[in-house]
T-cell receptor, first 115, second 113 residues
């Protein structure tokens, strides 16, 4: 069990640019989640996948955001035309296998700074 | 929608002091309740959980009891250590785990020697 891995750890970009983050979940986990965390706040849910199917998207996920999990393994989160308000820590978590309330295992996050 | 409210920090305690971090929730149905902890420089990790009323979750000396009548899940530890310094998050999801976790804002705990 190597844990949930996120890449990059930090990303600084100029407003208007596109960015993509990658998450590698624990290998046997079938559920994968994306959260966003800003300073002084708890993680806010963005979207989640069960295997390759994207099952739920938050209202926070504007049309500039897109997430994929093409083969049910790693996932990517892309933000197009970044805005300063997108600056945050983006967290990935995975759980499973199977259904039910298995605990979420979080990665260390990708910190995005939009200048 | 479902929500979690936890006491604002930061909380600063001396080593061996008693800790309480309050957490209350609003949810339809009967959620499962969790405490997650984030140590400096690390990702969030599950500390303890409870899935039904009157259940007590415990781990590493921390405890929390699911109180349905007061919709609360307060975190307690009898004697804190410097190594407990971290941010603590209360969270809930539906019983079957079919809804994503909803987190509180977090409470930063600093324990001084």
């Amino acid at each position: 069990d190597t844990g949930v891995s996120q890449d990059p750890r930090h990303k600084i970009t100029k407003r208007g640019q596109n960015v993509t983050f990658r998450c590698d979940p624990i290998s046997e986990h079938n559920r994968l989640y994306w959260y966003r965390q800003t300073l002084g706040q708890g993680p806010e849910f963005l979207t989640y996948f069960q295997n390759e199917a994207q099952l739920e998207k938050s209202r926070l996920l504007s049309d500039r955001f897109s997430a994929e999990r093409p083969k049910g393994s790693f996932s990517t989160l892309e933000i197009q035309r970044t805005e300063q308000g997108d600056s945050a820590m983006y967290l990935c978590a995975s759980s499973g296998p199977g259904r039910g309330n298995s605990p979420l295992h979080f990665g260390n996050g990708t910190r995005l700074t939009v200048t | 929608g479902d929500s979690v409210t936890q006491m604002e920090g930061p909380v600063t305690l001396s080593e061996e002091a008693f800790l309480t971090i309050n957490c209350t929730y609003t949810a339809t149905g009967y959620p499962s309740l969790f405490w997650y902890v984030q140590y400096p420089g690390e990702g969030l990790q599950l500390l303890l959980k409870a899935t039904k009323a009157d259940d007590k979750g415990s781990n590493k000396g921390f405890e929390a009891t699911y109180r349905k009548e007061t919709t609360s899940f307060h975190l307690e530890k009898g004697s804190v250590q410097v190594s407990d310094s971290a941010v603590y998050f209360c969270a809930l999801s539906d019983l079957a785990g079919n809804t994503p976790l909803v987190f509180g804002k977090g409470t930063r705990l600093s324990v001084i020697a």
